[in-house]
């Protein structure tokens, strides 16, 4: 059984930096892409992440130049850098995984099957 476990989340003032990690288990997911998703209070989730098996990234244009994306396939570990974290970066985050091992990385939520239970991330002014 598939499961995606993230922690790291919590309350973190306006600057500051939080570390996030999504543990995989139950199938090696190195040679898939994975991806890190948010959801704010009355909005859509969205994606903010994300990471091919060989490592190339792709981030939402509000975070980029402040978060890192990375994997420790030894791990079966993805993990999400935040830097100079913004009042709008509150969100609950989701770490996720496709089913296919050929899936491309895409900001298409339905593509994804494997999600892990989030992780509350709070940035205070």
């Known amino acids: 059984q598939v499961q995606l476990v993230e922690s790291g989340g919590g309350l973190v003032q306006a600057g500051g930096s939080l570390r996030l990690s999504c543990a995989a288990s139950?199938?090696?997911?190195?040679?898939?892409?994975m991806a890190w998703f948010r959801q704010a209070p009355g909005k859509q989730r969205e994606l903010v992440a994300g990471?091919?098996?060989?490592?190339?990234?792709n981030y939402a244009d509000s975070v980029k130049g402040r978060f890192t994306i990375s994997r420790d396939n030894a791990k079966n570990t993805v993990y999400l850098q935040m830097n100079s974290l913004k009042t709008e970066d509150t969100a609950v985050y989701y770490c996720?995984?496709?089913?296919?091992?050929?899936?491309?990385?895409?900001?298409?939520?339905?593509?994804?099957?494997?999600w892990g239970q989030g992780t509350q991330v709070t940035v205070s002014s």
């Open positions: 996720a995984a496709p089913r296919l091992m050929s899936t491309l990385m895409t900001p298409n939520r339905s593509t994804y099957e494997y």
């Open positions: 139950g199938r090696s997911f190195s040679s898939y892409v």
């Open positions: 990471i091919t098996s060989g490592g190339s990234t």
